[in-house]
């Protein structure tokens, strides 16, 4: 039932991202051109869903098991070391670069975007890579 309703869920979120047009990395790029023709509508799409985003996390933090009976896995930490503040600057170099982020990349892929695909596999390289790096240096986050 759990796989069920995530792949729902997945289905949904990845619908919005189309609809509201996130997985089309030229209108991500408009948005995030301040100093250009930029293009605030996603700025409508992101609030919208803090809007729904913020209830859910709220009734989530007083839980100890999903709804479906999972075990919660919320973060705990509350720390800004420099291992999130560099994956947030390479997070939003890769995201003003290529106009997407990782789930509407993977959405582009199944809608046949071959830019999203490309996209996925640098972030699947970059992926490894990192894992290999942490093995070397025998730490983990």
Do not use: N
Not at 14 to 36: E, I, N
């Amino acid at each position: 039932m759990t796989t069920i309703i995530a792949a729902i869920v997945g289905l949904v979120f990845g619908l919005g991202l189309l609809v509201s047009g996130m997985a089309d990395p030229h209108k991500v790029l408009g948005f995030l051109d301040l100093a250009g023709a930029w293009d605030p509508s996603l700025a409508l799409v992101m609030g919208g869903a803090i809007a729904v985003g913020l209830p859910g996390f709220a009734l989530a933090r007083q839980r100890q098991r999903s709804l479906l009976g999972e075990a919660m896995q919320l973060p705990a930490s509350k720390a800004l070391d420099a291992p999130l503040v560099v994956g947030s600057v390479l997070f939003g170099i890769g995201w003003g670069l290529a106009g997407y982020c990782p789930g509407p990349a993977l959405v582009g892929i199944t809608a046949g975007m071959e830019s999203a695909a490309i996209f996925s596999a640098a972030m699947l390289a970059g992926m490894v890579l990192f894992g290999l790096w942490q093995a070397r240096q025998g730490t983990k986050l």
